[in-house]
T-cell receptor
Framework: NAGVTQTPKFQVLKTGQSMTLQCAQDMNHNSMYWYRQDPGMGLRLIYYSASEGTTDKGEVPNGYNVSRLNKREFSLRLESAAPSQTSVYFC???????????FGSGTRLTVV | AQSVTQLGSHVSVSEGALVLLRCNYSSSVPPYLFWYVQYPNQGLQLLLKYTTGATLVKGINGFEAEFKKSETSFHLTKPSAHMSDAAEYFCAVSGRVGYGNKLVFGAGTILRVKS
């Protein structure tokens, strides 16, 4: 069982460059999420998709866009990377209700 | 709005000692509550959860947590720490209803286990 797969695992960008973080889940979950993790701040929600065809902003959406390509895939795009976006990014999926999330292994992004 | 406070960003215990990681939440409705563990350079793994029913819930690796509504707490405990328990632990809360079942996380507690 692959669960939630994120690519790439590591990435270094120059300020102003763009990139897309990919996420795919094979558990037939309806909901998918993108979080960023920074030291001492826990995980903060960037965007989420409650179901295929819908996306909504989370706590820290500025500088990001998302696409729910289909039920399996949810991508996160940085159009013009900034050093403040240096972070570890986690994708997660959920059946909803009290089931909690299944997380990917993360993408470590450095913007120089 | 929901929020989570984890008391103590770092906790250090000796091997074999009691582990107690504190979590208090704020929620306007009865919440779902979770503890996750993160080992270095890995994703988050679900330790245990409270949704309904018995307020003392048991999870993996010998951990348990008790939901205390009157104290708005969901502290994580383990009777005897093992070296392999060294990791970062996150408490999280979500509402029972609402769009997208969003989890709100605490800032995390790094557990160090001394030999």
């Amino acid at each position: 069982n692959a669960g939630v797969t994120q690519t790439p695992k590591f990435q270094v960008l120059k300020t102003g460059q763009s990139m897309t973080l990919q996420c795919a889940q094979d558990m037939n979950h309806n909901s998918m999420y993108w979080y960023r993790q920074d030291p001492g701040m826990g995980l903060r929600l960037i965007y989420y998709s409650a179901s295929e065809g819908t996306t909504d902003k989370g706590e820290v959406p500025n500088g990001y866009n998302v696409s729910r390509l289909n039920k399996r895939e949810f991508s996160l795009r940085l159009e013009s990377a900034a050093p403040s976006q240096t972070s570890v990014y986690f994708c997660a999926s959920s059946e909803g209700g009290g089931f909690g999330y299944t997380f990917g292994s993360g993408t470590r992004l450095t913007v120089v | 709005a929901q929020s989570v406070t984890q008391l103590g960003s770092h906790v250090s215990v000796s091997e074999g000692a009691l582990v107690l990681l504190r979590c208090n939440y704020s929620s306007s409705v009865p919440p779902y509550l979770f503890w996750y563990v993160q080992y270095p350079n890995q994703g988050l793994q679900l330790l245990l959860k409270y949704t309904t029913g018995a307020t003392l819930v048991k999870g993996i690796n010998g951990f348990e947590a008790e939901f205390k509504k009157s104290e708005t707490s969901f502290h994580l405990t383990k009777p005897s720490a093992h070296m392999s328990d060294a990791a970062e632990y996150f408490c999280a809360v979500s509402g029972r209803v609402g769009y997208g079942n969003k989890l709100v996380f605490g800032a995390g507690t790094i557990l160090r286990v001394k030999s």
